[in-house]
């Protein structure tokens, strides 16, 4: 914190934390293999932390980074350097603005990876045509001036549902409860998770993604689930039991609410098929699965 040497009620005020960077930089980059074209989506935010009170207290820039540079440096580094995955191009940015930025000491970069896939014509996978494929893929990789690294992935916007196989009884009932007990409803989420890879900067960061999400999928469709808290452990579970590169993942899971209508009172009976989606509120269900310290 920095003494800016005003007083206000006697006590000093300083300037707390700061940082600063590029938001929502979009990039797109097409590798053009002949006959077989791919195609990379990222929405990129840089942001630097370290010593820039001088900026903040004096407005002397001297030392700091435009964010323009930034923006021109993603898709600079773009060209030769986003080869593979999101996360692998994060480190390489990380590493290129310590180097370059020489008042910041810690940098992070996120990412979310909008995804295409490749549409089949006629049968076939088609060279250079997609379609926006479900959920998206996060990443975000910090790093600062001692060689610390940390790299995190996730998944956003992942809508899934089971039209049966899920429940919700054995709740605390006061005088405020209404809703019944069942052991037969819609589950459906709509996944939110990220995990951890500690420091390891170079692992196959593709296949691990592309692996979790696989288990994370099947593991939602494997079991009765007698709730949502239930079920996001299990998840979890299975993704540190099968993947030993991940140290802890997080899951927030909004409970998609599907109701039976109530079709009695047009004298029809309804036998778990009609149903009204409820859009507010929803329950939230949040939380973390991890690897014990010993
Ligand atoms: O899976 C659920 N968890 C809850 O905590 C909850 N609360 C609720 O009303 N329905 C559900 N379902």
């Known amino acids: 914190m920095t003494d800016t040497a005003s007083k206000t009620s006697g006590r000093r ?5 700061t940082n600063y960077g590029k938001s929502d930089i979009r990039l797109v980059k097409v590798f053009r293999n002949p006959g077989r074209h791919e195609i990379k989506e990222l929405r990129v935010d840089v942001s630097q932390e370290g010593d820039f009170a001088a900026a903040h207290v004096e407005g002397d820039n001297t030392g700091l980074m435009a964010t323009d540079t930034m923006r021109n440096t993603v898709y600079a580094l773009a060209r030769d350097r986003l080869t593979g995955s999101a996360e692998a191009f994060g480190v390489e940015l990380v590493r290129h603005f310590l180097e370059a930025a020489p008042r910041a000491n810690r940098v992070r970069v996120s990412m979310v990876e909008h995804l295409w ?3 089949e014509a006629g049968g076939k996978p088609h060279e250079h045509s997609f379609v926006r494929a479900a959920g998206e893929r996060t990443a975000e990789v ?10 995190e992935a996730g998944i956003d916007d992942l809508l899934v549902l089971k039209t049966t196989n899920s429940g919700w009884a054995g709740f605390l009932r006061d005088r405020f409860t209404t809703l019944p007990e069942t052991d037969d409803r819609i589950l459906s989420t709509v996944v939110t998770s990220r995990w951890s890879y500690g420091g390891a900067t170079d692992l196959d960061f593709d296949r691990l993604w592309e692996g979790i999400r696989r288990r994370i999928l099947e593991t939602f469709t494997d079991h009765y689930s007698p709730s949502v808290q239930f079920t996001l452990h299990r998840m979890g579970r299975a993704v540190l039991e099968s ?3 991940v140290e802890r993942i997080h899951f927030s899971l909004p409970n998609r609410h599907h109701l039976l209508y109530d079709l009695e009172r047009f004298g029809m009976e309804n036998p778990g098929e009609v149903f009204h989606a409820d859009a507010e509120p929803y329950g939230l269900i949040e939380g973390t699965v991890e690897r014990s310290a010993s």
């Not at 005020?13 to 934390?17: A, E, M, N, P, R």
Request: no cysteine.
């Open 117 to 119: 896939e490749r549409i």
């Open 13 to 17: 005020i300083v300037l707390g934390h």
């Open 243 to 245: 993947f030993p590169e």
């Open 142 to 151: 910090v790093g600062d001036e001692e060689g610390n690294f940390s790299v």
